[in-house]
């Protein structure tokens, strides 16, 4: 019912209306007990189950009541950069209902840092893992992105599980140029710098778009500078549809294709995971993935589609696939397909 309201609105609308009632639901929501056979060991955090929510839907952690009452193990929120910002002009979120996909070129709306702390501290996390996905402000030029990024690990690291650099969106004008080799040491290197004060696992999101010795040169800054993981994907640009990033169906192939390669090249370097995200839209869109060797996985456009219904059938199907196979635990289950 909820759905059929919200797909008649203007599409930031209905999204801003339902991040609305997830705060205000937030304190009168139960947790759901999630089947213990689900969880697994990740970055030296305790996931209860392999499926988490992606990035840029609880943008400033208003919601973490609510969201952690879903069979979510894990909550990203963010991006957040250091200054709040409007991000770009509206319309800026368009959908296409048939093939389940969105087009959004937000340009990282948040309420700055501080804010987001305050929000998180105010927030039961019900056990559950929670992400912060950083991102620079645009104002901020590319030669100075480090700082912003290593002021915002600093300030998320005794609030978060694990923090994300996120230099993929195409929505900052010039973000991804940072996905090059000298953009990204640099980053890595001042962040670095902080983690040796107080560690957390950190991951950085890439882009479907980048070719393979794009990410060739990622994975190996990864390994050099110690990071916990990748991952992959942010949305791909599409510019027949129009400015932005698109997310869903849409993404599928060509996140598919970079998460293959890359779980290829982390083969040998198990301790760096690996966190699927891009067009998952059924169980089985996560078979193949735990398939190929890949086991976390965030959902956003399936969830805004199907709604926790997705989250549900996912569990459903895992619990009766790991009982035909007389299977008790995520990895045995993983190594077993
Ligand atoms: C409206 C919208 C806003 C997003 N904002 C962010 C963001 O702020 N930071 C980020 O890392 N990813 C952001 N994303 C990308 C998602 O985290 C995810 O990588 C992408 O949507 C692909 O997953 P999906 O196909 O399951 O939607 C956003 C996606 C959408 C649709």
């Given amino acids: 019912m909820f759905k059929n309201v919200a797909f008649k609105l203007d599409a930031e609308i209905a999204h801003e209306l339902t991040i609305k009632s997830m705060h205000l639901l937030g304190p009168w929501v139960n947790n759901t007990p999630t089947d213990p056979r689900f ?4 970055m030296g955090l305790n996931f209860k189950s392999p499926i988490g929510l992606a990035a840029g839907l609880d943008k400033n952690a208003a919601a973490i009541n609510f969201l952690t009452y879903l069979p979510f193990s894990f909550i990203e929120v963010g991006t957040v950069t250091p200054l709040p910002q409007e991000g770009n002009p509206k319309p ?10 969105l087009r959004n070129c937000m340009g990282f709306n948040n309420d700055g840092a ?16 929670l992400g912060a996905n950083l991102g620079k402000n645009k104002l901020t030029p590319n030669e100075q992105a480090q700082n912003d990024y290593a002021t915002l690990y600093e300030k998320f690291a005794p609030h978060s599980d694990y923090l994300v ?16 080799d000298i953009g990204l040491r640099e980053i890595f290197q001042a962040v670095t710098e902080k983690r040796k004060n107080f560690y957390r696992p950190l991951l950085v999101k890439v882009s479907p778009d980048m070719n ?15 990071l916990s993981g990748i991952i992959a ?10 400015a932005g990033g698109i997310s869903g ?21 198990p301790a760096i995971e690996l966190i699927g995200v891009g067009g998952f839209s059924s169980y089985e869109d996560c078979l193949d993935f735990w398939k190929m ?45």
């Fill in 39 to 42: 969880k697994l060991q990740a």
């Fill in 92 to 101: 800026r979120l368009f959908r296409y209902i048939e093939e389940e996909s």
């Fill in 114 to 129: 501080d804010a987001i702390v305050k929000n998180i501290q105010n927030s039961d996390r019900r056990e559950k893992i």
């Fill in 165 to 180: 650099i996120n230099v993929s969106s195409p929505n900052t004008p010039g973000l991804r140029d940072l996905l090059g």
């Fill in 212 to 226: 393979q010795d794009e990410l060739t040169s990622v994975v190996n800054l990864v390994k050099e500078y110690e």
């Fill in 233 to 242: 994907t942010n949305t791909t640009i599409m510019p027949d549809r129009g």
């Fill in 249 to 269: 169906k849409l993404l599928y192939e060509n996140a598919r294709n970079t998460r293959k390669f890359l779980l290829e090249q982390l083969k040998e370097t």
């Fill in 293 to 337: 060797g890949g086991r976390l996985i965030q959902l956003y456009s399936a969830f805004v589609f199907q709604g926790p219904k997705i989250l549900h059938d996912i569990e459903k199907k895992l619990a009766d696939d790991m009982t035909k196979k007389n299977i008790a635990s995520f990895d045995e289950f993983r190594s077993s397909l």
